[in-house]
């Protein structure tokens, strides 16, 4: 398959580059494995689901990742976090930079010194502090918005660049899938007999990263955090072995899920974590996910494949040309398909 392959027009006034005003307020286009679409509102994805099915959703927390800093000459220079590893620590931490930086020099975020380790390669440099850089990036740093966006992250995006049940600080980018699973809709499937669990997973800047194959096959799948508690091992399990529904809210989720099918299905019911580096793309069998819900993607992307690998890219190309048409919100702030 070449990347070509998933393409479509995607036009800019398309892509959503500030939130929706209100949170759970944004549509949802459903997709039928068949191919039929039905135009409804994220607030009504209760409707699709019944009880002992089982939500599953990603709590992971984004960090104010983003840090200007100065030099010893008081220039500028930036330092953008990597997301949060397992042997990851929160004094030292990987780090993208923009401007000249070199090994053993000090760099300077508020009043605090920042050591620049060394200078890897791929645009990283190695950082430490004897202050806690998830602190530190909390007090002085600001929300690393995807690039598309073109502009500097506000206060606004403090709160809605996060989900209302984010936990676990770590990622640099939002499961966006989830923005807008309001507390209303939680209530609404619980009161329902849906059951809500959570997994664990940093979302990392590679997420943004183009593909620079032209064969699909030939990439090479970034690696992410993750950590699957036993509660939510347990209760897929159980669904799967009822012929209950797994929903999978995000590419994150269903990306978790999936890399670590073996061990939820068939290994101890235990806890799980590790780095996940699947790429999932057509001609993938989904072990674990039996309902998906994910936002609009770019053309050419990962999560791209990953969602025709899911709804078949025929359905998904005819659901986003619907979607263009229709004046659907497109990526990370847009609004979002349900595919079953």
Known sequence: MRISDFDYNLPEERIAHFPPKIRGQTRLLTISKNGDLGDKRYSDLADYLEAGDVVVLNNTKVIKARLLAVNSKNQPRELLLIEEHGNSSAFTRKAIYRGSLKGGETVTVGQTPININKVLDGGLVEVSSNTNLLDLAEQYGTVPLPPYMKRQANKSDIERYQTVFAKQAGSVAAPTASLNFTQKLVDELTTKGVKIVYLTLHVGL????????????????????????????????????????????????????????AKILDGPETDISG??????????????????????????????????????????????????EHKYNFLSYGDSTLIE
């Open 275 to 324: 780095e996940a580096n699947i790429f999932i793309y057509p001609g993938y069998k989904f072990k674990i996910v039996d309902k998906l819900v994910t936002n609009f993607h770019a053309p050419r992307s990962t999560v791209l494949m990953l969602t025709a690998a899911f709804a078949g890219w025929n359905n998904l190309k005819n659901a986003y040309d619907h979607a263009v």
């Open 206 to 261: 590679g997420t943004f990263l183009p593909i620079r194959t032209d064969q699909v096959e030939e990439h090479t799948m970034h690696s992410e955090y993750f950590e699957i508690p036993k509660n939510t091992v347990v209760t897929i399990k159980q669904a799967k072995q009822n012929g209950k529904n797994v929903l999978a809210v995000g590419t994150t989720v269903a990306r978790t899920l999936e890399f670590a099918h």
